[in-house]
């Protein structure tokens, strides 16, 4: 039996792009292969929190790239899946290279030694009214000497279009959301640091862009609901469906889902990976 409880923003996009999607990946829990792209996001993230450890005139290019090589034994030695995709020394110099290229973007795009980060990769848990739990890592925090609270996203991706960038968008809302409902704070500026095209982009939330995020959020959770009471999970196509791994198993594409689990409750289980 599956129960729900909470949510995250990855899970809500998942479910506003292909309820299905949701109902494999967060009900089912269906195995997915790893992704090297994925892995290579983490092992850059990971690089960049440990950066800010160093004293700040040691923030350099050439420390960032120093940290790979730890940073990468740590993160395979917990998930054997990583040594399946880097079996040999060559993979993990390309693994290497490309990720070093990602750090030096990040440094095109702003000086680590004239920042102090508050906090880095900060989880952050809220319970709204409706009893919906919250939950999320936000990549770094920085205050500002007036008190004024920045929230950092890193992206090792490419800037997308206009039309394709709502998913991103959303994530920073719903931490605006969370930093709102944990403190009252009213978060004076998102940033989303794409590495992969060199570029950011960055908003300023107003009051009102919390509310409606959280209308949304709460909209969200009533189709969730919805869905997993009647046991219906629509199938919706786009453009993604051809990086999808669900696809062999989609009816969208003339294939056969597997039944799902059953789900007593709206109660319980963590949607937050």
Not at 21 to 46: I, M, N, Q
Not at 193 to 202: A, D, P, T, V
Request: hydrophobic share 40%; with cysteine.
């Amino acid at each position: 039996m599956v129960e729900l409880a909470t949510l995250s923003p990855s899970r809500a996009n998942d479910f506003v792009q292909c309820p299905l999607k949701f109902r494999f990946r967060t009900v089912d829990r269906l195995p997915e292969p790893p992704s090297p792209a994925a892995f290579k996001g983490t092992l850059v993230h990971a690089v960049l929190e440990q950066l800010f450890d160093a004293p700040a005139a040691e923030r350099t290019l050439d420390t960032a790239a120093g940290l790979l090589p730890g940073r990468y034994a740590t993160l395979a030695a917990k998930d054997p899946e990583v040594a399946a995709m880097y079996p040999d020394e060559q993979a993990v110099d390309v693994l290497f290279r490309e990720s070093t290229e990602l750090l030096r973007a990040y440094f095109g795009l702003e000086l680590p030694d004239r920042l102090e980060p508050a906090e880095r990769e900060r989880f952050v848990s809220v319970t709204l009214d409706s009893g919906l739990v919250l939950r999320g890592f936000i990549d770094r925090v920085d205050v500002a000497p007036g008190g004024q609270v920045r929230l950092v996203d890193y992206k090792t991706g490419k800037q997308p279009k206009p039309q394709y960038g709502r998913e991103a968008e959303f994530q920073m809302r719903f931490y605006a959301l969370l930093r709102h409902r944990m403190d009252g704070v009213l978060v004076h500026t998102l940033q989303l640091m794409y590495l992969g095209s060199r570029s950011i982009k960055s908003f300023h939330p107003t009051l009102a862009d919390v509310e409606r995020t959280e209308a949304e959020v709460l909209g969200i959770w009533d189709d969730i609901t919805a869905s997993a009471r009647s046991g219906r999970w629509r199938a919706r196509k786009s453009p993604l469906c051809g990086w999808c791994h669900f696809k062999p198993l989609c009816p969208a594409w003339g294939n056969t889902p597997p039944e799902p689990p059953p789900i007593t409750a709206i109660a319980g289980t963590d949607l937050l990976s």
